[in-house]
């Protein structure tokens, strides 16, 4: 049986919070973790790149959008793998795993209330279009109004050389590293091998499957992840 989302502002007005999240390690602590989980500390934790940005308090979930916008992230209202969404009612971000071609896209999330719908930590479901500019999460009924996507950082921003590469924080395992940090290697949208530096596959510009590429250097399903030096 499923039952209704019931779901509020998540907790963002507190920083200097928790770097572990339900076994989850971040390399920022803008936000607590509470008692069931935090969607804005998830999303941090999921994009180090937006979360080196956040400064001061005010970033519940329905005020990211926004805020990167001003700062100059690129947002929209078309998602892509890595972005992160942002509902404006309820207030909620999550990260996108995945888009589909009927306008649905796969999220990992968390929620700081421990609603109806949601389980304590890492949640994974389908936002399924509804009309008008809202959704639904899985088979719920209740309606999530859409405010946009707040994008990776587009091809004039990625790292070329190995010396920019080891500017931005990758993921990496064996010989193969992957971006964005935080990810497992079958949702990354870049990966390049580590001793080479030459880029294998980017999602941006051409249709990959993850799995395939991890699998070929033996990255199944899981791995350690660390920055490389």
């Known amino acids: ?7 509020f502002f998540a907790h963002g007005d507190v920083l200097a919070g928790d770097y572990k999240c339900y076994n989850n390690t971040s390399t920022t602590n803008h936000f607590k973790c509470g008692s069931h989980g935090n969607c ?30 001003k700062l100059g992230v690129s947002v929209g209202s078309q998602p892509e793998a890595g972005d992160i969404v942002e509902f404006s009612s309820p207030g909620h971000v999550a990260y996108v795993i995945d888009v589909f071609d009927d306008g649905s896209f796969d999220v990992s999330e968390m929620d700081w209330y421990g609603s109806i719908g949601f389980v304590d ?28 996507f707040i994008h990776q950082p587009n091809s004039s921003e990625k790292p070329q050389t190995e010396q920019e590469i080891n500017t931005i924080p990758y993921a990496k395992s064996g010989k193969l590293l992957w971006f ?45 992840v660390q920055i490389p030096q």
């Open 1 to 7: 049986m499923y039952f209704e989302e019931i779901h």
């Open 40 to 69: 804005v500390w998830w999303a941090a934790y999921k994009r180090p790149d937006l979360a080196k940005k956040i400064v001061g308090g005010g970033w519940d979930g329905g005020q990211w959008y926004n805020k990167f916008e």
């Open 121 to 148: 930590g890492v949640n994974y479901a389908t936002y399924h279009p509804a009309g008008s500019g809202k959704y639904r999460r899985g088979n719920g009924s209740m309606k999530w109004v859409l405010k946009g």
């Open 180 to 224: 964005p940090f935080g990810v497992e290697c079958k949702d990354a949208t870049r990966w390049i091998n580590a001793d080479t530096w030459q880029v294998i596959a980017d999602k941006t510009n051409q249709s990959v499957s993850g799995a395939v590429v991890c699998e070929q250097y033996g990255i199944l399903p899981q791995c350690s």
